[in-house]
C-alpha cells in the first residue's frame, strides 16, 4: 500500500470510531476504504461454507462470508474473492494468488485445517472409539508442530513477494464446544475437551507464524465464546447428515457475528 494510502485508511478507520462515539457523519466514517484494493484468500472458513447464499462454484463462496460482508459495508476499489472450501496451503500458493500484486492493499486469509487434516479428525471422533478419536488428535498435533509452519512459511512469504505493502490479516478456527453445555449425546467430554486442545494448538502455531512474517492475527475464539456447540446458541454447525460439508463450520451468524469482528478488529 503507498504510504499516503495506508495513512489514509488508517486515519480513516480512527475517525470513524470517533465520529460513531458522537453520533456525527456516519455516512462518511468509511468513506476512504474506497481506495483499498482488497483480497480474501483461504478455505472454507473464509469462503463461507456453512453460511449458505454460494455462489453456485465449487468453492462454495458465500455473501454472508465475512470477506463479502466486510466488502459489502466499505466498498473497497476492487474484491477479489478468491477463497475455496477444501483448500490447503498448496491450493493457495498454486491457484489463489493471480489476483496479488504491488497496489493490493489487503488480504485476509484462513489456512491451515485442511492441511493438518481438521475433516478426517472429526470423522474419525464421530464414527469411531473415544480411544481412536484421541489417537488421530495427537497425529494432527504432531503435523502442526512438524510439518504445518514450513508449509505456511511458504503460503506467506509467496503473499509478501506479490504484494509488498498490503496489510494480511491472519484468521484462526474456534473452539467448537462449549465443556460442560447442553449436549447429552455424541462426543464425549475428553473427546470435545481434545478437540478444543488441538484448535488452540493450531492456532498456537498460526500466529507465531503470522507475527514472523509481520502479519497480524485475528482471532476468533473471543467472539465465538458462548456460541460454540453444546451451548444455547450455536454459532457452529454440529454433525448434518444431510450436508455433511456443512459440519463443524460456521453459520451466517458465525461469520458476522463472529469472525467478521475479529476481523474488523485485525485492522
Not at 488508517?10 to 476512504?32: E, F, I, M, R
Not at 488480504?107 to 478426517?120: H, K, L
Not at 444455547?232 to 456443512?246: D, R
Request: aromatic share 8%.
Amino acid at each position: 500500500m503507498k504510504m499516503s494510502r495506508l495513512v489514509a485508511f488508517s486515519s480513516s478507520l480512527l475517525l470513524g470510531a470517533a465520529l460513531a462515539l458522537t453520533g456525527a457523519g456516519v455516512a462518511n466514517a468509511d468513506s476512504s476504504a474506497a481506495a483499498v484494493d482488497y483480497v480474501a484468500l483461504g478455505d472454507s472458513y473464509s469462503s463461507g461454507v456453512g453460511a449458505g447464499g454460494y455462489d453456485g462454484s465449487s468453492c462454495k463462496r458465500s455473501s454472508r462470508a465475512y470477506p463479502a460482508l466486510w466488502a459489502a459495508a466499505n466498498s473497497p476499489s476492487s474484491f477479489d474473492f478468491a477463497a475455496c472450501s477444501g483448500a490447503r496451503t498448496n491450493d493457495v500458493t498454486g491457484s489463489q494468488l493471480g489476483k496479488l500484486n504491488a497496489s493490493t492493499d489487503l488480504v485476509s486469509i484462513s489456512i491451515g485445517g485442511n492441511d493438518a487434516g481438521f475433516a478426517d479428525v472429526m470423522t474419525t471422533c464421530v464414527l469411531q472409539s473415544e480411544a481412536t478419536c484421541l489417537n488421530r488428535i495427537a497425529t494432527a498435533r504432531a503435523y502442526v508442530d512438524s510439518t504445518l509452519p514450513g508449509r505456511l512459511d511458504s503460503v506467506y512469504s509467496a503473499i509478501r513477494s506479490k504484494a509488498p505493502s498490503a496489510q494480511v490479516v491472519v484468521l484462526g478456527y474456534p473452539r467448537f464446544y462449549q465443556l460442560g453445555g447442553s449436549c447429552i449425546a455424541g462426543l464425549s467430554e475428553k473427546e470435545r475437551a481434545a478437540i478444543n486442545g488441538a484448535s488452540d494448538h493450531l492456532n498456537t502455531a498460526t500466529a507465531k507464524r503470522a507475527a514472523d512474517h509481520g502479519f497480524t492475527f485475528g482471532d476468533v475464539r473471543a467472539t465465538f465464546t458462548g456460541h460454540e456447540i453444546c451451548s444455547a446458541n450455536s454459532w457452529l454447525h454440529s454433525v448434518n447428515w444431510l450436508n455433511i460439508g456443512e459440519s463443524y463450520h460456521p453459520t451466517a451468524a458465525g461469520q458476522s457475528g463472529g469472525y467478521l469482528p475479529a476481523f474488523k478488529s485485525a485492522l
